[in-house]
């Protein structure tokens, strides 16, 4: 049997059910979204491990001259290399309408499907690929805008469209995600290849190496020793790319500082929380004080009576924990399966990493326990004849607050009571105040990210002067092209470009990662660049490049003013990086350079030529992008261009926008879970308000308010509350945003965002609050109304 | 006889003041006790220099009107309060000197406290209220414990609310399950502070009658009141105004 004080706790639970459901359900949203969030992030991240070293990753790539088998085999015979992998990339298009092609990637597969390092395996239909059928990545497939079994026009630039089966679907964990890549991935055999025009020998060995895989200087060295044997048959190396960290995903680069930001978030759900177990726990103790004071006369030691009541705190956090753990994990393995789905991870079994119960164990009952400590030992230190004689609520009139409020002119009298009402208990008001206020700025902020998100990302886009951007796979006279599109319908101006792929060159004599390159010229109608350090490309200014700020994360080192070697066309030139500008691109996207047509055309040789035409048209809406978009495709197929792709601004934006879904759904859901705990701290102050004020209610209507009096007096104090808690949400709003989006722009982007204040968001946040106040008081105002004046006049 | 005293269970600590029982020797001793409270008009001086001796096996009431210093007086005694000067003596113990924990120790094993307003925990049952003195000051065993306070409520003649929450009782029945609680570790003192002061007449007589029993047998009884009549039947009437004791030597019966 229980002893009678463990009783007793127990009892309080039991009888106080409101209160307890409030308290449990406030510290279980709190645990929740914190468990939620790292068990997650956790398990996605293991997948992602997982899944990608089933592929057997490369240790490095190198990209060189068309080679066979017989080069493979002697790669793969190098010293120290264990395995190695002949790949044969082309890219292609996949026709979606009319005038519409989705940008496609297809890969050469053996004839028996097996491939050893990269490993791509069979998902749904037909496996290897059959003759003149291709297989799409699974994740890229919507891009496709096709299903298993359809058949869609597939072109390789320069050759005939072909209709090509849909077989099945493949799994490649070694290539980005489509949603980051915004590519369709494809696979066919040596026939389909051939039949579609492209190439069937490789142009990239991939390999792995023996011993450690993780040491990045063995990698290197291995990896010079197959440049060597490359070169020694005659073919010179145009890019060795070794992914650093090594045996990472592309992807997983995302995964810690979205572990931080929402792990951040998640543990402000749960100190809003606390503030709530602080009220509770006080209130408890305030209406106990007598209580306290009489177990004091009959015996019981401070330690003792403070025991009972940490093992109420205790209780809370355990009955949340019965909530949150359960719920967590249906949480969690919701939270898995979208994060994993957008990385293209499979999350095969329902898994709950021990350490995350650990962490809401102590999170559900470290966090009440702490939180009970300022009130018990504000309440427990009291002397026995303090505790008995019960003082619960602070005299009125003393404070400059209550001063004020008497001299408030023109407010009714059930409005100054509930004015006063307010401030009578100010540190329990402060604490409701802070939990509503933190869930306002959350909120706000969370709204002005995703805000500050698509303008950066408008902005990006708007930089882009052009309307329609025409892409072709080969050089063109742009004196003999211009005139061509300019005659197509509604195109206005054009500028023709290049475009090229590139190489940071280091010290030692390795590459960084690729670069895409697009030499302009400096003077430039179609580009506003948006620079953040240095300046922006000068005329006739061969030795210059610009750099997007992405790329400092990958080569840190970078500085305006600095002379770099970049790797053009198999060949190293020197450039001064002359200034930096923001574009925004998906975290991992490779970073942008630019340079002047004349810069580029003295080291690559293209003088009046392009593979690129961006133009102008009279109007600049989505509709008008469609038909020029479809008008270029006819005119220019027609006149016998080689066309690789036509894209508008508008379907950039789509496109881009669909990237950054992740981070907007998963702030959104974050939000909701903040004002959800806001809302309850409140209803949890109303109840406590109202219930020690039961006796004074009672002498209220005693001497004859209206249910609607009483109603009124307690409605308008949540209102004040609720209205006090916006407009300081708001001013914590506004550096919480700003901080927000330095820190996930830098972090996540490598760009700073263009802090946008989701005004709306305020007023929404306003209406939610009213709302809230209106509901978390009129609960209590109706339990307080329905005792009679005898009842309430008998409360203890 | 239907308030038979019970025989203390063999594992249960002997109290600190429970030592061979001298019935003419002092359980309570004040010496010139001053108690003065800072309030809002200035300082107020409750107690003006109180010395009182009280034997064991007395019962005594401690009478005057409201605000004359009784409660304030009772205060001291029970430790609840502690005297701005002078010292306080109760049951061999100088309990001035205690801090808050020692002083809640020994009071829950040497004085029984009995309220006004009964002052049940009303979350807990009469049994568990009765049980709850016990489990603080860790007296006798867990079964012993409920054995013990069924015993004291059959005393009291309310064994058959011993599962009821308090408020399911009239009055005076919790203030007999109160009674009850200030027994249970069977302390040689008990202090009662106006406790016949929120029952009807017939009621407040049944529980003077228990006290009267209760000192008979060799408890000592202290007794707060402003009932004139009911501090008449006491052994021994202490008349506080204005903070002073007024007849400390006085004996009625």
Partial sequence: MLRPRWQKILRDLAYNRMRTVLVVTSIAIGVFAFGTIIAGLIVTQQALDNAFLGTNPASATITTAEFDDVLVNS??????????????????????????????????????????????????????????????????????????????????????????????????????????????????????????????????VAFVVQGNRYDLAHISSVAHTVEQLIKRSGREIINTDIPSPPLQHPAAVILPTLMTILGILGLLVLVISTFLIINT?????????????????????????????????????????????????????????????????????????????????????????????????????????????????????VSRIDTLIAKIKGVSRPTRLALRNTFRQKSRLARTLAALALGGAVFISAMTLRASLFVTLDASIASQRYDVEVQFNRLYRASRITPDILAVPGVVTAESLLRDVIYPVHADGTTGEKITLRAMPAQTAMFSPRMVAGRWLLPGERDGIVLSTNITRKEPSYTVGQVVTIRIADQDYPFTIVGYIEELQPPINPGLAYMTIDGYNAVAGSVGRTDTIRVSTQIHDALTHKTTSAALERQLTQAGYDVRLIHSRTEDRIILADRFNLLSVVLSILSTLIAVVGALGLTGTMSMNVLERTREIGVMRAVGASDQAVRQVIVSEGVVIGMLAWVMGVLISLPMSAVMCYGIGINLLGTSLIWTYAWYAVGVWFVVVLLLSVIASRLPARAAIRLTVREVLAYE | MVFDWLKRPKSVPTPVADVPIDLHAPIIELDAVVKAYDTAAGPYVALKG?????????????????????????????????????????????????????????????????????????????????????????????????????????????????????????????????????????????MADEPTGNLDSRTADAIFTLFQDLASQGKTVVMVTHDADLSSRAGRAVTVTDGQIVNPERNIA
């Fill in chain 1, 281 to 397: 726990i006080s209130a408890i103790l305030t209406q106990q004080t007598r209580q306290i004071g009489v177990m004091k006369a009959i015996g019981a030691r401070t330690d003792q009576i403070s025991g009972m009541y940490y093992a109420l705190a205790v209780a809370f956090g355990l009955l949340a924990l019965i909530i949150a753990i359960p719920l967590s994990m249906l949480g969690s393995y919701a939270f898995e399966k979208f994060i994993a789905g957008q990385l293209n991870v499979d999350i095969t079994h329902f898994t709950m990493p021990p350490v995350v119960i650990f962490l809401e164990i102590i999170a559900a009952i470290v966090v009440p326990v702490i939180a009970a400590t300022i009130p018990i030992r504000l309440v427990i230190n009291r002397s026995a004849r303090e505790s008995l004689a019960g003082d619960t609520i602070a005299p009125l009139g």
């Fill in chain 1, 75 to 204: 790669v793969a015979k190098a010293h120290n290399v264990a395995q190695a992998q002949g790949r044969q990339a082309v890219t292609a298009r996949i026709q979606l309408g009319p005038a519409l092609w989705q940008d496609t990637v297809l890969y050469l597969l053996p004839n028996d499907g097996n491939t050893t390092v990269n490993i791509v395996r069979p998902e749904q239909g037909d496996w290897p690929p059959p003759r003149h059928t291709v297989l799409i990545e699974r994740a890229s497939l919507s891009k496709a805008q096709a299903h298993i079994g359809d058949t869609v026009t597939m072109e390789i630039p320069g050759h005939t469209a072909q209709q090509v089966r849909i077989a099945g679907t493949a799994y490649d964990m070694s290539l980005p995600p489509a949603i980051i890549s915004g590519q369709v991935f494809g696979y066919v055999d040596a026939d389909t290849m051939a039949w579609l025009g492209g190439s069937t020998s490789y142009n990239q």
């Fill in chain 2, 50 to 190: 109180i010395d009182l001796v009280i034997n064991r096996g007395e019962f005594v009431a401690i009478v005057g009107k409201s605000g004359s210093g009784k409660s304030t007086l009772m205060n001291m005694i029970t430790g609840i309060d502690r005297p701005t000067q002078g010292e306080v003596r109760v049951a061999g113990t100088t309990i001035t000197h205690l801090d808050e924990n020692s002083l809640a120790e020994w009071r829950g094993r040497s004085i029984g406290i009995i309220f006004q307003f009964f002052q049940l925990l009303p979350t807990l049952t009469v049994a568990e209220n009765i049980m709850l003195p016990m489990d603080f000051c860790d007296f006798g065993s867990e079964s012993e414990r409920r054995e013990r306070a069924l015993a004291l409520l059959a005393r009291m003649e309310m064994s058959e609310h011993a599962d009821k929450l308090p408020m399911a009782l009239s009055g005076g029945q919790q203030q007999r399950v109160a009674i009850a609680r200030a027994l249970a570790n069977d302390p040689p003192l008990l």
